[in-house]
Every structure is written in structure tokens, then in C-alpha cells.
């Protein structure tokens, strides 16, 4: 059986709110999937110690460089974050620095910089909505603002299907 979430991420890497906003935020983001026919299986805030990779999951298919045009491949940045996290790449994927130089061209980077073929974020605090019904498949400009003003920073979105 597949899961699908939605993913909301500070915009900023390293930031994470209080706990008391992160709950008040969970509560608002839930309550946009309690309507008539809408539902989540399970919407929580989540907080990481280290900066962590939001990856859509399936959907990730290719990381690139942004400076030379060059594909790194997957295999490139799995190799990246296990060498991060001590030769193994159990759980979820952290990092203690978002600096990168990139093999094709030498480039200094940061991971958020890079080109995925499809959203991925870096985050150290996330609202995760897990297998939801609803009409849309993301939440909407305002949906991100009014939970940003509620975090107290402004968010974005991963959609993950594992």
C-alpha cells in the first residue's frame, strides 16, 4: 500500500517555530481537510534535529546543476547524505551543512540550490499531511500564507508519494 503526503516546509532551511505554533498551525492545516468529503488520515507537526531532506518520494526522479546543466544523478546525492550521516542512510536523510560543491563543474553550492526533477525541500520542521481526500491536490497560495502568519514564517509545499 502507497502513502501520499503533502509536506509544508519553512521556506527558510534552518528555521523551526515554537512548539506552540507548530501545534496551532497542525490544527488550521487539519481543518482545511474537515469539510464535506474531505479528510487526512493524519496531519501532525514534525520536528528534525538536523536540517533534512523532504524528498517527494517516488516522484524524485534526477538531481542536476544548476550552473553547468550537468545530471548528478541519484546515486550522486544518496552517496552525498549517507557520507553525512555516517556511511548509512537509515531513516531520514540529515545534514549539519547545506554547502555542496558539485563534481561536473567545480561549482560551491548549497543543496536547495541544486535542480531536482521535481519538488524537494530542506527543512528542519514540517506539518505533514498524510493520505488526504480532497478537491485539490495542493494547498493554495492563501492556505501557505495564513499557515505561514500562524508559524510566524512564511512555508511551501512537498508532495510525496511513498
Same mark, same amino acid.
Not at 488550521?28 to 468529503?37: D, H, I, K, M, S
Not at 545530471?71 to 553525512?84: F, I, P, T
Given at each position: 500500500?502507497? !502513502?501520499?503526503?503533502?509536506? #509544508?516546509?519553512?521556506?527558510?532551511?534552518?528555521?523551526?517555530?515554537?512548539?506552540?505554533?507548530? &501545534?496551532?498551525?497542525?490544527?488550521?492545516?487539519?481543518?482545511?481537510?474537515?469539510?464535506?468529503?474531505?479528510?487526512?488520515?493524519? #496531519?501532525?507537526?514534525?520536528?528534525?534535529?538536523?536540517?533534512? @531532506?523532504? !524528498?517527494?518520494?517516488?516522484?524524485?526522479?534526477?538531481?542536476?546543476?544548476?550552473?553547468?546543466?550537468?545530471?548528478?544523478?541519484?546515486?550522486?546525492?544518496?552517496? @552525498? @547524505?549517507?557520507?553525512?550521516?555516517?556511511?548509512?542512510? &537509515?531513516?531520514?536523510?540529515?545534514?549539519?551543512?547545506? !554547502? #555542496?560543491?558539485?563534481?561536473?563543474?567545480? &561549482?560551491?553550492?548549497?543543496?536547495?540550490?541544486?535542480?531536482?526533477?521535481?519538488?524537494?525541500?530542506?527543512?528542519?520542521?514540517?506539518?505533514?499531511?498524510?493520505?488526504?481526500?480532497?478537491?485539490?491536490?495542493?494547498?493554495?497560495?492563501?492556505?501557505?500564507? &495564513?499557515?505561514?502568519?500562524?508559524?510566524?514564517?512564511?512555508?511551501?509545499? #512537498?508532495?510525496?508519494?511513498?
Amino acid at each position: 500500500m502507497s !502513502d501520499l503526503y503533502i509536506r #509544508v516546509i519553512p521556506t527558510d532551511p534552518r528555521w523551526q517555530p515554537t512548539a506552540e505554533a507548530a &501545534a496551532a498551525a497542525a490544527r488550521y492545516v487539519a481543518g482545511l481537510f474537515a469539510g464535506p468529503g474531505d479528510h487526512a488520515e493524519a #496531519v501532525e507537526p514534525v520536528f528534525y534535529e538536523r536540517v533534512t @531532506l523532504i !524528498d517527494p518520494g517516488e516522484h524524485m526522479q534526477d538531481v542536476g546543476c544548476p550552473r553547468c546543466g550537468t545530471a548528478l544523478g541519484l546515486d550522486w546525492l544518496w552517496d @552525498l @547524505l549517507r557520507a553525512a550521516n555516517g556511511g548509512r542512510l &537509515a531513516g531520514v536523510p540529515s545534514v549539519d551543512t547545506l !554547502d #555542496v560543491t558539485v563534481p561536473c563543474c567545480g &561549482a560551491a553550492l548549497t543543496l536547495p540550490q541544486l535542480r531536482f526533477g521535481a519538488e524537494v525541500g530542506f527543512a528542519r520542521f514540517e506539518v505533514s499531511v498524510m493520505n488526504w481526500t480532497r478537491d485539490t491536490w495542493e494547498l493554495s497560495a492563501d492556505e501557505l500564507a &495564513a499557515t505561514g502568519a500562524i508559524l510566524g514564517h512564511p512555508v511551501t509545499q #512537498v508532495h510525496a508519494h511513498y
